[in-house]
């Protein structure tokens, strides 16, 4: 298996290991530390949370736990959306530091725009002050359309470096995508498989997409998953890629996909599933504490 992953350069020059594990639905403690654990020693490097999951603690926990030196780790995790607004940014920032037990965070993500309350600038006003204050080294956002991130763009000191969002071959964000790269902002794939695309609960069941016979057939090829040819078609459109799993093996799975490349035809083919349907609410709409 490799498990060298390519890092991708963002544009404050700093580099982001291009796949990385999701703990979305990981439960804190024992399940989010072994998997984290399971990850590490898999050779991932991208560990992505959210205080809205619930488990930044037991992130922490198991960050501490690996052994790996924490100059080698890329640690995201993102603001909860009752915390929008200046000094509850800055209160909730302290709070899953403490959780997270760093003194320092790679990544601060807004998780929804939720442009009704129109408070993501003022919030990304306070993150700013975070990255100056050196406490965070990237600044970012989950979830934000064109039209948000234009927003961002017109009154930001720190430009965005990553916006991540539902993307897989059913809903591969073409146009979104366009937009990023002509300004320089890369973007992370969650839902990556498909997924179940909720906001919160807990999934039981794989993608409906895996089982689609154009995955299996380009699978058979190169004897990987489905889930493998789906992760590949993500690294080969230079998109970062967190595939949630709490499964030792599904992790080792996941990052097994350096060692092939998928050809024009198999990408093409790939591109041919989109269907143009979000499994995740929509950004414009969605408003959740």
Not at 57 to 63: E, L, P
Not at 74 to 100: P, W
Not at 200 to 221: A, C, E, N, V, Y
Request: charged fraction near 20%; glycine fraction near 8%; hydrophobic fraction near 35%.
């Amino acid at each position: 298996m490799s498990s060298v992953v390519p890092n991708i350069i963002l544009n404050n020059k700093l580099s982001i290991p291009q796949l990385g594990l999701g703990v979305w639905q990981a439960n804190d403690g024992s399940e989010v530390e072994a998997a984290i654990l399971s990850a590490i020693t898999a050779g991932y490097r991208l560990i992505d949370t959210a205080t809205a999951y619930g488990n930044e603690g037991g992130v922490g926990r198991a960050i501490k736990a690996s052994g790996v030196p924490r100059e080698e780790l890329f640690i995201t995790t993102k603001l909860r959306n009752d915390s929008q607004g200046y000094d509850k940014t800055l209160a909730a920032f302290d709070e899953s530091m403490k959780l997270l037990d760093l003194e320092y965070l790679d990544m601060y993500l807004i998780h929804w725009p939720q442009p009704s309350k129109g408070l993501y600038l003022e919030t990304w006003k306070a993150m700013e002050e975070l990255h100056k204050q050196g406490r965070v080294k990237t600044l970012g956002v989950c979830n934000f359309q064109i039209s948000h991130l234009q927003n961002l763009m017109e009154h930001a000191t720190v430009q965005p470096a990553v916006n991540q969002v539902e993307l897989h071959p059913y809903f591969p964000q073409t146009e979104l995508r366009k937009f990023a790269n002509d300004h320089n902002i890369a973007i992370e794939s969650w839902s990556p498989i498909g997924g179940s695309g909720g906001a919160g609960g807990r999934s039981t069941h794989d993608s409906p997409l895996l089982d689609q016979p154009i995955l299996l057939s380009i699978g058979q090829q190169y004897g990987k998953t489905p889930a493998q040819v789906v992760l590949r078609w993500h690294i080969q459109n230079g998109l970062i890629v967190i595939p949630k799993s709490v499964h030792e093996d599904r992790i080792k799975q996941n990052i097994d996909v350096f060692d092939f490349e998928l050809t024009t035809d198999d990408m093409n083919s790939i591109n041919g599933l989109e269907t143009g349907k979000r499994g995740g609410p929509d950004p414009d709409t969605f408003f959740s504490n």
